[in-house]
């Protein structure tokens, strides 16, 4: 990567390209003040816990972390929306056939615009870095030398994670189906806002894990705040290495997956046994932070690992169901129909893949839960059931981008990723504006609900809690109905025309 | 230089390109022409390896074109028919960054020839934004010379430019050619080709229906001689003269000359001329009418792919 970074004619371009309108400056210094006035907010609205008397240590380094990470969530997110538009950006700029003639390597290219999108990020770090390094040598709020490093570290390395995640759209998707999905983001951070102003959840957890689907980022950022030492096959830890450590290797696969198609649309993601690889370090990862879990008697299964798989396989899905068309699934079709040889992933999310990928989270869940000597049945039903909501809630975000995408087709992309992010935001503004009570914050998302509903009470505590799985699973099974359906139809059109 | 390969393309239901041969030789100007949609576009991406053919190959230097595309990048310079520019560079920091990518030795006075030479100097530390289109398209040829490639693929390098710029950048293609490379055009302004190239060829509907010189195809369209004649006296009784003569097979009459159908050898012309003179026809202008590229093209019959 040194190698790479190192006289790269991409990322010296895309430097010039980011730093060259002056304002990305005032946008740092705007979202570092703008940081501050939530801080300010949210300890106005948790007007029952005075933080201007009470600064202990544990309140401090809450307050600390939170403006800090906040702040640096904006960079993530810049870097994100700015990694996710630049090989699609410059296809719609034209501009990109001249970068695919030149002759510098696919690695190349990737290091350049991935270093390149982080630009926000640096500067937001530059401002921040004062603040941090005064709270560091003053051992205020806790924060120490040695944990000011690692902090910096989990902040680059999540930086990175999520610009590589925002390539992997970018180079993989349609124009339109990427600025969809970049689009919806940037609504969902607005109206997230919004809905917070409103009255939702005045907790940071819950501002941030609004920002679906980033959610998994920010999510376990948060948990890496907390740099004290946990036990990794026995040994202890630093978790900000840990995270470090994972960060970096969910990253290195996805720019892999990047290099690979940065300029060869039909490439293949990762092939089966990369995919086996990536997977295995993620189980190894689980592992050793639940060594002792497992080697004790007194082992309870901590759904939380289910939900940080969930998250990452969740990511993969919506990149690939975004890219749901027509086109892709005829052309696969027809290739079968003529006998062909069909390269699986380079057909882009065809109906069968999607329910091959549900199927192996189902089924993936369901052994989990089987080989981790849960004795709740009570826990057992609200894995599953966590499980099935966030495969249902995702088929459904995925037909209501699709929707969205066909009805609005000739209105723009606009419409559509307006559709998609406020039926998206729905649920956590309605709950806002309707004033509901704090047990229905676990449908403002399905990260929540998973998290949520680890605890076994929520299951048995009323109808309510369980609508949703209930709801979406008779939503689902009506939406199959249409599918195959269509799929038969489709194919019989296509088996037509190819004996024509 | 160039060999294509049973070339064909398939995008869905539509075969683009479909069975395509050629052989472009090496410092050859080659003018690719057809109607829209006839599939030239398709053609030239897949000799320059941004498209992968459906099936059969390209060649270039008698390596397949995607075997080894770095090798292939450095040998080639492309014009897309639609591009733009990084128009938050500056006319150097664009050239600069494509010579860091192609690797161009002696950088600085390469960036600086290319710059004169595309008579761009008072632009040199302007922002692309700022230039004319004119002015744009001359600094794409430029970064697509600057790494000196043996072969230039230009896509109607000329749509959208106005006449001045269209003569000064045929003006810079003449220059090109002159060093030897091998070019390959498109172009709706088919007098501007003629003007080019030494060798075309005509696509239609996915399929390369002629090539060659223009002198080869004029002959395989039009076999016969087309003689144009002016000449002092009744029409009438002129045409009906001319048509005794021998190898003449017909004669049409025109609003001010006669044009006559020649089936004899084009050494036996000057007979036909000598004839005429000799049966007493005041001859004011006598010579061989040869089609020009777009008579060529719309004898051809070539209809826009609908």
């Known amino acids: ?500 | 230089m160039i060999q294509l390969n049973s070339l064909r393309k398939e995008y869905d239901d539509v075969i683009a390109v479909k069975h395509l041969n050629l052989t472009i030789n090496k410092g050859d100007i080659f003018g690719l022409i057809g109607p829209n949609g006839a599939g030239k576009t398709t053609a030239m991406r897949m000799m320059v390896g941004i498209l992968e053919p459906t099936s059969g190959e390209a060649l270039i230097n008698n390596r397949p074109v995607h075997q080894d595309m770095m090798a292939t990048r450095r040998m080639v310079g492309y014009i897309p028919d639609f591009f733009s520019l990084y128009d938050e560079l500056k006319v150097h920091e664009y050239l600069n960054y494509f010579a860091d990518a192609y690797s161009v030795p002696n950088k600085s006075s390469r960036i600086d020839d290319v710059i004169a030479m595309m008579d761009l100097t008072s632009k040199r530390n302007n922002y692309i934004a700022h230039l004319s289109r004119g002015m744009k398209q001359r600094l794409a040829i430029g970064k697509t010379i600057l790494h000196d490639p043996e072969l230039l693929v230009l896509d109607e390098p000329s749509a959208g430019l106005d006449p001045k710029a269209r003569v000064e950048l045929r003006d810079i293609l003449r220059k090109i050619s002159a060093t030897g490379r091998t070019i390959v055009i498109s172009s709706h302004i088919l007098m501007e080709l003629s003007d080019l190239c030494n060798t075309i060829g005509v696509m239609q509907k996915g399929v390369m229906v002629e090539s060659g010189s223009i002198e080869e195809i004029t002959k395989r369209v039009q076999p016969k001689i087309i003689l144009r004649l002016e000449a002092l006296g009744d029409k009438a009784k002129l045409a009906e003269l001319v048509r005794t003569m021998p190898n003449v097979s017909d004669v049409v009459i025109k609003d001010c000359f006669f044009e006559i159908v020649f089936f004899g050898m084009r050494d036996e012309i000057p007979l036909l001329l000598k004839k005429l003179v000799d049966s007493g026809v005041q001859v004011s202008s006598f010579y061989e009418y040869k089609q020009n590229l777009e008579e060529l093209f719309m004898s051809l019959q070539i209809k826009e792919v609908c």
């Open chain 1, 1 to 500: 990567m040194l190698k790479n970074a190192w006289n790269n004619p991409e990322l010296e371009r895309n430097i010039i390209y980011r730093l060259r309108p002056r304002n990305i400056i005032l946008t740092s210094l705007l979202t570092v003040a703008f940081c501050g006035f939530v801080v300010i907010i949210v300890m106005m609205r948790r007007s029952n816990y005075d933080y201007s008397y009470d600064f202990s240590r544990d309140n401090g380094l809450n307050l600390f972390l939170f403006y800090v990470g906040t702040s640096l969530f904006f960079g993530y997110f810049y870097s994100y929306i700015a990694a996710s538009r630049s090989v699609i950006g410059e296809k719609s700029r034209k501009t990109y056939d001249f970068l695919f003639m030149a002759p510098m390597s696919d690695t190349q290219v990737t290091i350049g615009k991935l270093l390149g999108s982080t630009i926000h990020m640096w500067f937001i770090l530059g401002i921040l870095t004062p603040f941090i390094a005064f709270a560091a040598v003053r051992s205020y709020a806790s924060v120490s030398l040695a944990g000011f490093f690692v902090f910096y570290g989990i902040l680059l390395s999540g930086c990175i994670l999520a610009a590589s995640i925002g390539l992997l759209l970018s180079s993989g998707l349609s124009p339109k189906s990427s600025f969809i999905s970049s689009g919806s983001t940037i609504g969902l951070v607005i109206i997230a806002f919004v809905a917070f102003m409103m009255g939702f959840s005045s907790s940071d957890a819950g501002i941030i894990s609004i920002f679906f689907p980033t959610a998994f980022i920010a999510r376990y950022n948060q948990y890496s705040y907390d740099t004290s030492l946990t036990d990794f096959f026995g040994t202890p830890i630093d978790k900000g290495l840990l995270t470090i450590a994972l960060y970096a290797w969910l990253s290195l696969w996805i720019i892999k997956a990047v290099i690979r198609r940065i300029r060869n649309p039909s490439g293949t993601y990762l092939n089966p046994w990369e995919a086996l690889i990536l997977f295995v370090g993620l189980g190894l990862f689980l592992l050793g932070i639940h060594w002792n879990k497992y080697i004790q008697e007194s082992y309870e299964w901590d759904i939380i690992s289910f939900s940080l798989i969930f998250n990452g396989i969740v990511i993969a899905v919506i990149m690939l169901l975004l890219t749901l068309n027509k086109e892709s699934y005829l052309d696969y079709l027809r290739n079968r129909l003529m006998n062909r040889p069909v390269r699986f992933m380079s057909y882009q999310s065809p109906p069968h893949m999607l329910f091959f990928f549900l199927s192996i989270i189902f089924l993936l869940d369901i052994g989990g839960i089987m080989f981790s000597g849960i004795s709740s049945w009570s826990f057992i039903l609200a894995a599953l059931l966590a499980s099935w909501v966030m495969i249902a809630f995702l088929y459904s975000f995925c037909l209501l981008v699709q929707l969205a995408k066909t009805i609005f087709i000739y209105s723009g992309s606009l419409i559509a990723i307006l559709v998609a992010g406020t039926g998206l935001s729905l649920p956590p503004i309605a709950i806002g504006v309707l004033n509901l009570p704090d047990k229905y914050n676990i449908y403002s998302n399905p990260v929540s609900y998973i998290i949520e509903m680890q605890n076994s009470y929520y299951v048995w505590s009323g109808f309510e809690y369980l609508a949703l799985p209930f709801g979406l699973t008779v939503l689902m099974v009506a939406m199959l109905a249409v599918f195959a359906w269509r799929h038969y139809q489709l194919k019989g059109a296509v088996a037509r025309r190819m004996k024509e």
